[in-house]
């Protein structure tokens, strides 16, 4: 039986110029399957993208494969409103000092990322055990799943936790950063995929807040919506914020230096931000 060759597709830059050299032949072998995990939170112009893709794809021969296990946003609230089982995002959590000023040394207080497990790994597993024909767990490889981490986040590339599954960075590969990822899209005429990621996510930087703000008003109020909400979960001590600065989104100045560093570095699955 021919092995079977999965790319993890994010929607976001790496991943899809991964799809698009295999594509073309630029790696091999070509995969017959591109598996999307759908959040059900992305912004439209990820999904706009993606059926772009997809139908690109197709003309090679690689079906794009959208699956989901939950919409993350709905099934927030409704922990909050009936108090039901959620998958935590990595939340930060205040430190408060003595004089009640709230501190947050180097983001070191943010709650257990279980989002990406839930909403990315899962469906995306449970789609490869359907291609290979398989209901239960395998006992034995039965896929390469290629996942789009390029040099420039090589730190992020781990081995598969799971023994039927083997991890594939071919980016690192050919030795390709999301530079070069943008220089290859661009060369073959293809347009610059806008960053893929759920619109409340807390790995957002000031530049992506901001930028949400001024020219996505919509996704900008909802992710103001869900950052209050947050803070009426059950199971935290302290409550939860979606901006480092442990304030409400709305408060926040996000023209000041946070010292900031790329949180996606620390989505170590490579399933969110490629």
Not at 90 to 102: C, H, K, T
């Amino acid at each position: 039986m021919e092995e079977l060759h999965v790319i993890s597709l994010g929607a976001g830059v790496q991943s899809t110029t991964m799809l698009l050299m295999a594509a073309h032949g630029e790696i091999e072998p070509k995969p017959k399957y591109a598996i999307f995990a759908d959040t059900g939170w992305e912004p439209k112009r990820v999904y706009e993208h993606l059926e772009w893709l997809a139908e690109e794809a197709g003309r090679y021969g690689i079906e794009v494969i959208r699956v989901s296990n939950g919409n993350i946003r709905d099934d927030m609230h409704r922990a909050v409103e009936e108090g039901t089982r959620f998958a935590s995002l990595p939340f930060f959590l205040p430190f408060f000092l003595g004089n009640g000023e709230i501190h947050n040394p180097r983001n070191e207080g943010k709650a257990w990322r279980q989002c990406t497990a839930e909403y990315k790994l899962v469906p995306v597993q449970r789609e490869i055990r359907r291609l290979a024909g398989y209901k239960g767990t395998p006992r034995k490889k039965i896929a390469t799943v290629w996942i789009g981490i390029s040099w420039d986040e090589m730190m992020r590339a781990k081995p598969s936790k799971v023994k039927w599954l083997e991890n594939r960075h071919p980016l690192l590969e050919k030795n390709m950063d999301r530079f070069n990822c943008m220089r290859w899209l661009q060369n073959k005429s293809y347009p610059i995929p806008p960053k893929s990621s759920c619109i409340g996510c807390p790995f957002h930087d000031n530049v992506m807040w901001l930028d949400m703000k001024r020219n996505y008003p919509e996704e900008w109020e909802e992710a103001v919506e869900f950052d209050r909400a947050v803070r009426h979960l059950p199971r935290f001590k302290k409550k939860p914020y979606l901006h480092r600065s442990c304030k409400p989104l709305d408060e926040v100045n996000l023209g000041e230096d946070q010292g900031e560093l790329d949180l996606f570095i620390n989505e170590c699955e490579g399933y969110c931000g490629v």
